[in-house]
């Protein structure tokens, strides 16, 4: 006996016991009788439901988060102005910290690749025919920045993390995670088939907790950020790395946000901290200061020709464009020599936090110029439209799963680029519209933590 799924032909499946055939999708044959029947499970049923029933946003705040959250930026979006709607606005959201991502020497890199090779040059992956002089170039480059033996470029930045955590651990090994590192180190460790632990956000004790349950003879890595990407809070990283060392662990550092940001030389947080010969593997986007795209891994030689060898995600996806790679390469020269922007960015976010600070917004424990205002539920969809519609300012709401569930953020960034008069336009928006969002404002302890 079976059943037929309407409206997809030769899917047939065994006839379950009980239940009442309900979902339209479903039809009987006619001549079986109903209460043999048993609605069908449907995958895609989440995305039904999704349509109207959400825990992310309750359904009355759906247009709105809609309307921030997908709002279509201009092409030149990095700011601090931007043109958008016919209107002046000023940018507040993006990433790039050093102002580099409409740098001539950047875009005149790019748009020569461009003209003479088109934007696909080179077609196919790394190790077919897509490896080319310019990311070997790239790669001594990056390499010697983060003063390591060797450097890997993908082609994009989660990829970068997802590949690397899934070629370096294996079913008998063991990755403990903060519990906020990004969404890409996660996909990676779930996709390794590792066993995965997560510790408390940079919480020392709770890793060291860990570690001491686990078995010296464990294979293990500690995975952290270097910035928390949406609370802009630094890892402990002489504290981790002593425990890695203690327990004879590995330690891997995303520092999306702090490469180009922290340290004297902007080699990052490991940088500012102390520890970059402590870090067994650096991985970096190219997507944040450097201001283009694509990802690195920097380490022992050993390991980063493992990862050429392994990581699913050089192996099996398309290498990162010519006219990226010179982009990039002009743009970590510029990155390198960028004394005066990187403190002009830290003037700027003091600036800017302390005028936050002192409008009695709660901004948690950010150490660098990420900058979350917290709001409860969906108000920072509120907050974004508000500063949007009346005041011509773009500052993105983040929602679930990128913060807590019931929770949301303002994500302020300032960069090189703005002037103290730009951030005084927005502190002075923020100001009047803190009698409005006052209740929105106290952040939620789960968001701080
Ligand atoms: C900490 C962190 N890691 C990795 C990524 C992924 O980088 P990309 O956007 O370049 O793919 C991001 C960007 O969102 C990030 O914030």
Redesign the pocket.
């Known amino acids: 006996m079976e059943i037929r799924v309407a409206g997809r032909s030769g899917l047939t499946l065994p006839t379950l016991r009980t239940s009442v055939l309900e979902d339209p999708k479903v039809a009987l044959r006619a001549d079986e009788p109903r209460q043999e029947t048993k609605k069908l499970g449907d995958i895609f049923d989440k995305c039904v439901r999704f349509q109207h029933d959400s825990r992310i946003v309750k359904q009355e705040d759906r247009a709105t988060a809609e309307g921030v959250m997908y709002r279509r930026s201009p092409l030149d979006n990095a700011g601090p102005w931007i043109e958008a709607n016919g209107r002046r606005v000023l940018q507040l959201s993006t990433n790039d910290y050093l102002g580099l991502a409409n740098h001539p020497r950047v875009r005149k890199a790019a748009t020569e690749i461009v003209r003479r090779y088109g934007v696909s040059a080179p077609m196919g992956a790394r190790p077919l025919t897509g490896s080319i002089e310019l990311h070997t170039e790239l790669e001594r480059e990056l390499a010697d920045f983060k003063r390591t033996e060797r450097a890997l470029v993908f082609s994009?930045?989660?990829?970068t993390?997802m590949g690397t955590i899934a070629a370096l651990a294996g079913p008998r090994d063991l990755i403990l995670l903060d519990r906020y590192a990004?969404a890409?180190?996660v996909c990676g460790a779930k996709i390794s088939g590792a066993r995965v632990r997560f510790f408390r956000h940079n919480d020392p004790e709770h890793l060291e907790a860990l570690l001491l349950e686990t078995p010296p003879t464990q294979p293990k890595m500690v995975v952290v950020?270097g910035?928390y990407?949406m609370q802009g809070d630094m890892a402990p990283l002489p504290e981790i790395c002593d425990l890695c060392e203690k327990y004879g662990s590995r330690l891997i550092v995303?520092d999306?946000?702090g490469t180009g940001v922290c340290g004297e030389n902007g080699r990052g947080t490991a940088e500012l901290l102390g520890v970059e010969d402590r870090v067994d593997l650096h991985l970096g986007?190219?997507?944040?200061a450097l201001a283009t795209?694509?990802?690195f891994a920097a380490g022992d030689a050993a390991v980063i020709d493992y990862l050429r060898f392994t990581a699913p995600t050089i192996l099996f996806t398309k290498a990162m464009p010519a006219c990226v790679a010179a982009a990039t390469l002009e743009a970590l020269k510029l990155l390198r020599a960028a004394g005066d922007r990187r403190k002009k960015l830290w003037a700027n976010r003091a600036f800017l936090q302390d005028g936050l600070r002192a409008a009695g917004y709660h901004i948690g424990g950010t150490e660098t110029p990420i900058t979350p205002i917290f709001g409860n539920g969906t108000d920072a969809v509120y907050m974004g439209t508000a500063l949007y519609e009346e005041y011509g300012i773009w500052a993105s709401a983040v929602l679930y799963p990128a913060v807590p569930i019931g929770t949301s953020i303002l994500r302020v960034i300032p960069t090189a680029n703005h002037t103290r008069k730009d951030l005084q336009v927005f502190l002075d928006a923020m100001i009047k519209l803190k009698t409005r969002y006052s209740e929105a404002c106290e952040p939620q302890p789960s968001s701080v933590a």
Do not use: E, P, Q, R
């Open positions: 994009n930045g989660a990829h993390m990004h890409s180190l950020d910035v990407s995303d999306a946000h986007t190219c997507s944040k795209t694509g990802g």
